[in-house]
């Protein structure tokens, strides 16, 4: 039969190992997609051709259904006719009614055939029909094989191009180089801050300026110690209990002195300059200043 046909032909095609399809050299994706899209063809056809199987059944039964009801009917008139008395008629009628069972039998047999085989064609379609899903899966299964194999081949043969000359020893090196450029600018600054003298100024202005006050702090301070400016009593005592020059009465007229002739902005006398008026006589300048 036709129908048979068309699955043995399906029966072979699936049969065939759709993972050997790997190892060709078409696209794997493509020939599954390929195979798949014939095998749903051969799925239409074989539809068709049940379809065909099934009403071929179907007209056989009802051809049996027929013949026997014609033979119940001739039945029902060789009665009538026995009924009459007309037994001639009656055999005549029997005769057509056992025509009609002969062909009946015929058409009961052809029927049940026909039925058995349209069992079997549906069987072998939802057997096809399970075989064509799993199909779908193993293709969508074997086409994540195929790029997850690419995808390894990709990373491998990458990694085997990089060789010794790769991108991760560049890396490697302009980050040594960018190290080493690091520190030659931390040691040609620290180099160009000893040559100056800047850091080690720095360090002495940082402790000798101390925590805390302000420059107009520290420079009234410096003067007071001078004595350029007048300090407390009890400044004052302290300076004379250390043996300070601020106390001494004659320092403090030969500063006023100074401070008179040069005037609220001269210059001012250092350390060196009062220890040479305190080795100097300064009876004749206390005479000229009581004459005066």
Known sequence: MKA?????????????????????AEDPEKMLGQVL??????????????????????????QYTAETDKSKE?????MVAVRAGDDNLARQALARKQEHETIATQFQQQWVSQKQAVEKLKDALRLLNNKIE?????????????????????????????????????????AERIQLMEAEAEAGAELAGELSGDTLESKFMALEAGPGGSDDDALAELKSKMGLLSAPAGDNAKQLASGGVAGAP???????????????????????DLKELEDLDLSDVGGSDKKA
């Open 37 to 62: 899209l014939e095998m749903q063809q051969q799925l239409v056809e074989a539809k068709k051709a049940v379809a065909i199987a099934i009403a071929d059944e179907k007209k056989l039964q009802k």
């Open 250 to 272: 004659a320092h403090a007229k030969v500063d006023q002195k100074a401070e008179d002739k040069s005037g609220p902005t001269g210059p001012s006398l250092t350390a060196e």
């Open 134 to 174: 799993e199909a779908k899966r193993k293709k969508n299964i074997l086409i994540a094989r195929k790029k997850r194999a690419e995808a390894q081949q990709q990373i491998a043969n990458t990694m085997q191009g990089l060789g010794d000359t790769s991108a991760f020893d560049t890396f490697d090196r302009m």
């Open 4 to 24: 048979m046909g068309i699955f043995s032909r399906l029966g072979t095609l699936i049969k065939s190992n759709l993972n050997d399809l790997i190892t060709k």
């Open 74 to 78: 001739w039945e029902r008139k060789a």
